[in-house]
């Protein structure tokens, strides 16, 4: 399967900053990427889609305004958590779907505010 | 999108066999049925994928029956290491997004 590199793989930022999180497909050009969301002890939330040149498709509830999603190229994918507050603490996940054995994920990054 | 069912938890010693049922009673003829692990403060792996029968690769297997409502993920003697969170998806294909159900948390104790 495809090889996805997510960074960094934690953060530690001051309330009312922006993180940007990376997802770089190594050897494989995606068109999309996933964006997830996971909280301690629950499952991995969808939070937007990301499409190579073009906006992403966010799902419901997911602030647009406040997760930047930036798919410049078809090997990088960026997330930027704007003005962070506490809540916004989380498990962040990137994924894509490569050729062969379907979904491949980061390694994730886990972000904190404080 | 199938909703998938799955038990919330199981436990099971070392060296045990271990079979995961998951539950997709409106599974469509498209869709395929894909189990990933996932490991704490890690992304999910994928382990097996299929569409109908058997499928079995170097660390599990996966039972489909005919109706293919349900699949079981089979684990064959289980070690400390296979503690981990196992999601059961359906999937038509097409680049669309997995979605995640709550999964099953496996405790494997020595």
């Known amino acids: 399967g495809a090889v996805v590199s997510q960074h960094p793989s934690w953060v530690i930022c001051k309330s009312g900053t922006s993180v940007k999180i990376e997802c770089r497909s190594l050897?494989?050009?995606?068109?999309?990427m996933f964006w997830y969301r996971q909280f301690p002890k629950q499952s991995l939330m969808l939070m937007a889609t990301?499409?190579?040149?073009?906006?992403?498709?966010?799902e419901q509830g997911v602030e647009k305004d406040k997760f930047l999603i930036n798919h410049a190229s078809l090997t990088l994918s960026t997330l930027t958590v704007t003005s962070a507050h506490p809540e916004d603490s989380s498990f962040y996940i990137c994924g894509l779907e490569g050729r062969v054995n379907g979904y491949t994920f980061g390694s994730g990054t886990r972000l904190t505010v404080v | 999108l199938a909703k998938t069912t799955q038990p919330i938890s199981m436990d099971s010693y070392e060296g045990q066999e271990v079979n995961i049922t998951c539950s997709h009673n409106?599974?469509?003829?498209?869709?395929?049925i894909t189990w990933y692990q996932q490991f704490p403060s890690q992304g999910p792996r994928f382990i097996i994928q299929g569409y109908k029968t058997k499928v079995t690769n170097e660390v599990a297997s996966l039972f489909i029956p005919a109706d293919r409502k349900s699949s079981t993920l089979s684990l064959p003697r289980v070690s400390l290491s296979d503690t981990a969170v196992y999601y059961c998806?359906?999937?038509?294909?097409?680049?669309?997004?997995?979605?995640f159900g709550k999964g099953t948390r496996l405790s494997v104790i020595a």
């Open positions: 998806l359906v999937k038509n294909s097409g680049n669309t997004p997995l979605v």
């Open positions: 409106n599974i469509a003829t498209n869709d395929y």
């Open positions: 050897d494989f050009q995606a068109t999309t």
């Open positions: 990301s499409n190579e040149g073009s906006k992403a498709t966010y």
